[in-house]
C-alpha cells in the first residue's frame, strides 16, 4: 500500500480527485462570480 502511495502517479491522481471535490463544493456553496471576482482581487 505505502509503495502505491509513493507512485506520483497515484498521488497526482488522489489530488485532482481531492481539487475536484473541493471546487465542486465551493462552487455549491458560492456562486461562480464570487469566487472569480474573490481570487482576482
Do not use: E, N
Not at 465551493?26 to 482576482?40: G, I, K, T
Amino acid at each position: 500500500m505505502t509503495k502505491l502511495m509513493a507512485d506520483p502517479f497515484v498521488q497526482t491522481g488522489l489530488l485532482a480527485i481531492a481539487g475536484a471535490l473541493i471546487a465542486r463544493i465551493l462552487l455549491r456553496r458560492y456562486p461562480a462570480w464570487h469566487l472569480l471576482c474573490f481570487s482576482s482581487s
